[in-house]
C-alpha cells in the first residue's frame, strides 16, 4: 500500500544476533488511525505446521493521520534463518496501521545468509 512506509537504515537486511535494526515507520492516512503497531517476529514456511514468534513489539501512542517515526530492535541470540526442503525459517518487521500490514524481510544470522539444511551433494560416479 502506497501510504504506509516501512524503511531500514541503509536498506539493510542481514543481520547478526545481537546487532540492532533501526529504520522509519511511516504513514500517510485521510484520518488519525485507531492502531499502529510495528513488529519484530519470525516465522516458518513449508510443509507441516506453520510456527511464529513474536520477539517485540512497539505500539505508537496518539497517531497523527500523518507521521514518519523512528524505531530500533536489538535481535536476539536465535533462532536463525534457515532454508531446508521442507521447512524455512524467516524474519521480518512488521508495521501494522489498522488493518492494513507492510513488511520487510530479514535475515539472521551469524554469516549474513539463511542456514542452508539441505544442500545438494555430489556422488562420485560409479563406473
Partial sequence: M???VLEIDNGQTAFAPGETVGGEAGWNL?????EVSLQLLWYTE???????GLVEEVTFDLPQPSENRRFTF??????YSFR?????LAWAIELQVDREVVRRELVV???GEPI????????????
Avoid: C, M, Y
Fill in 2 to 4: 502506497d501510504n504506509l
Fill in 30 to 34: 485521510p484520518a488519525s488511525p485507531k
Fill in 46 to 52: 513449508g510443509k507441516g505446521d506453520e510456527d511464529a
Fill in 74 to 79: 536489538r535481535i536476539p541470540e536465535g533462532p
Fill in 84 to 88: 531446508g526442503k521442507l521447512i524455512s
Fill in 109 to 111: 544470522s551469524p554469516t
Fill in 116 to 127: 542452508v539444511l539441505h544442500a545438494p551433494q555430489e556422488f562420485p560416479h560409479l563406473d
